[in-house]
Structures are given as structure tokens and as C-alpha cells.
């Protein structure tokens, strides 16, 4: 699939399935996303990556897990 692409941050608030359909509703604060280009994008067909970011432990919290 080849056309605009857009990225930003958000959550899941919530999603359902119902007759075979899923419904993802996303909230994303105003500043990580950019509405005119959302509105460019929403009509027709779209393609969706969902990411969850990884959460590393510290150089230094990682020493004090492997003491213990």
C-alpha cells in the first residue's frame, strides 16, 4: 500500500469486535499529531502499524536486580 503516511503517539482507549469488525478507538494529545494531515488520510482505505514502546531498565538499576 503506497500513499501519505502519518505517525504519531497514542493509546489505545479502547476497542470491540462485533459481526467480524474490529473497532480501535485511539486517543492522542493535539501536539504529537497533526490534524490536517489525519483528515487528509481519513477518507479511503488506510493501513495501521500499532508499536508499544519498550520500557529499558537503567544501567544502574539493572546492577542492583542482578545482586539480588
Known amino acids: 500500500m503506497h500513499g501519505k503516511i502519518i505517525q504519531f ?25 497533526v490534524l490536517d494531515q489525519l483528515s487528509e488520510v481519513s477518507s479511503g482505505l488506510v493501513m495501521v502499524n500499532l508499536e508499544a514502546s519498550q520500557t529499558e531498565l537503567l544501567p544502574e538499576e539493572a546492577n542492583k536486580n542482578a545482586d539480588h
Open 9 to 33: 503517539k497514542a493509546e489505545i482507549d479502547n476497542f470491540k469486535v462485533k459481526n467480524g469488525l474490529v473497532t480501535v478507538n485511539l486517543t492522542a494529545d493535539t501536539k504529537d499529531i
